[in-house]
Every structure is written in C-alpha cells, then in structure tokens.
C-alpha cells in the first residue's frame, strides 16, 4: 500500500538509515550490497546497515513511493542480472533534498549557537 502524499515534508523527519540510503542512491541505481558498502564506507564504519535492515527498510522506501525497482544499466558488462537494482523516484529526490536543507538549517542553528565551531575563520 503506498502513501498518498507528495509533500516532501511529509515525510520528515527522515531517520539516519533512511536518509542513508536515499543518499546512496542519489547519483546512481544501486543493489542491496552496494548500498551497505556505500553507507559503511562513507561514515567510516559508524553505521552498518545489516541485511535485513536494508531490505525492510527498502520494502518501506517503496511503499512510501520513495524508492523503486530498476533494472540493472550494467547487466552488459558483467552485472548479476539476478540483483535487484533500486533507485530515486522524484519525490525521493525531493524529499533526500528536504531533508538534506532540514539538517542544513540545524547546524547553522548549532554554529550560532556556538555548539559547533565557526568556519568562516570570523
């Protein structure tokens, strides 16, 4: 069943895994495993995504109408035809936006308020 809304702001707050996730599929379609490395690389190791984790948080993406199935664009070259290739919809890419000016606004918040560092070099 998928939600009806297409206010990006429906959706936020994103949690860190999903916010995670839809950034990893930001610049390309992925599949499962290539999604867990991206995550896991990108934060040094702080957030391992686990299998089963990924894929019901996945399930949810597409109920949502965040994320979608795709079929591999490599398939030629080598790919697994057999992986399940996930990517954007444009309200993922719209609510990945959202949310990426949402935790914008909070750290400018935190600088002003003298919680995190100044790097104009003011």
């Known amino acids: ?10 959706f936020l707050p994103l949690t860190p895994f ?12 992925k599949h499962g495993y290539a999604i867990i490395k991206e ?6 190791g702080a957030l391992k995504l686990r299998t089963g984790t990924l894929y019901t ?9 965040l994320v979608e199935s795709s ?3 490599a398939v030629g070259r080598g790919e697994d035809s057999r992986r399940r290739y996930y990517r954007l ?3 993922g890419d ?6 990426a ?7 400018g918040d935190a600088r002003r308020k003298h919680v995190l560092g100044d790097t104009t070099g003011a």
Do not use: C, K
Request: aromatic share 4%; hydrophobic share 50%.
């Open 1 to 10: 069943m998928a939600i009806e809304s297409s206010n990006p702001h429906y």
């Open 18 to 29: 999903a916010f995670q996730v839809l950034l990893a599929l930001a610049d390309e379609d």
């Open 71 to 73: 079929m591999p664009s």
């Open 39 to 44: 995550v896991e690389e990108r934060s040094g």
């Open 89 to 91: 919809t444009a309200l």
């Open 94 to 99: 719209e609510v990945l936006r959202a949310e």
């Open 101 to 107: 000016r949402r935790l914008e606004a909070l750290i």
């Open 57 to 65: 948080l996945i399930q949810r993406l597409v109920n949502e109408a």
